[in-house]
């Protein structure tokens, strides 16, 4: 068990390692099947999971992702004939990992697209549309496009089948941002006034298309490898309580959100808003780890010399940072104590996490937690550093705020470079 200065000498001397980088994928082999239906921030590519489900579990054992995200992690999983289960706070999230890992029929899919598009065809200007009424749907879409969304939306819940409804609106919600006035290179919110709003029926039918297409593909090849019934598992709940029994899962892969990661909140509120997840988006992003907005903040345990430290440093700057580091680093010293409840005697937690930077204070997310971990009786069995090429990452922030930045901004820096994959054991 190393101490605080042997750990953080062990991440200082770990060199890149080139193969980690996939640096010779394309966007092709990034978004294969599934895997391109949605975007989504911070979505790691799926060869880094194959690698590791490959190296640490055989078929039959179960992996887990307590931040399921858009679930990378699940579909790889099912690709490689593992069953999984996967949580994550995110209602947006949990709809999009759930049609990426449900292989459909696609002559019948093929069917209810025929039918929804007469359907949706049949609408004139005439036609009574009922669509959410919330002040930030007007804030972010013109009356037109809005309209022809409704006339989309309303038809998908007429949908029986759920996981048919589920699939088109996975579709859907991905075009939201095109029909906006979102502006489409930023990952932060921000309106363009100036910007022509992609036209939603004909941009949504291009979107299945697609879709379809993807999903012929991974239904293809689920079925030659006889995988179709494998189990996958999702839910919508907190980390700190994943769905599976004591001691049965052999690996967990998951890539947990960064500091102040309530700010994700943001970036998914156009769906969130849309299917009426939430009508409060502060309520919203109170559910997200590492927001101090409703916790009892006061005498967190860290179970880390490193976060203590930084909460101190912090807190001579920005005492409300200061707070948030402290809520962030306390909750996932509590998602990491569920990962040892669920995991077996000898399973392995692979935990992509890179450091950062805010108020001009370094954050060493990695070596953090190697710290709780070897607290909570894990060691280390592998730490592995990669260079981040083509992660879909809102990749500045705010140097004097250190929130996400617009592309505009004169203070903006680089952030998350590298990162760790930190492969960690349960004794």
Known sequence: MLDVEGIKERLRATEIDPF???ADKTRKDTAYITHGY?????KFIPQIVSHLVERYTKEGDLVADPFGGSGTTLVESKVMGRASVGVDINPVAVLIAKVKTQPLEPTELAVVFDSLKVKIGTYNGDSKIVMPKHERIDYWFKEKEK???GIISQEISRIENQEYRDFFFCGFSNILKNCSIWLQKSNKPTRDFKKIPSSPIPTFYRQIR????KNEQFYTLMRQKNYLDINCEIECRDARSLPTGDKSVSLIVTSPPYVTSYEYADLHQLSALWFQFTDNLNNFRK???????GREWKNLFLNSVIAETTRKQLSLID??????VAAYFCEMNQVFSEMKRVLKRRGKACIVIGNTNLKGVEIL???VFVE??????FTISDIIKREIPSKNLPSTRDIKTGKFARLTDKNKTEVYPTEYILVMEEL
Do not use: D, V
């Open 147 to 149: 309209r022809e969304l």
């Open 372 to 377: 709780q971990l070897q607290n909570l009786g």
């Open 38 to 42: 949605h975007r989504y921030p911070a």
């Open 365 to 367: 997310n990695a070596e």
């Open 210 to 213: 697609t879709m379809m297409n």
């Open 20 to 22: 980690w980088a996939f």
């Open 287 to 293: 559910n997200f780890i590492g927001t101090t907005s």
């Open 319 to 324: 005492k409300k940072t200061s707070k948030e």
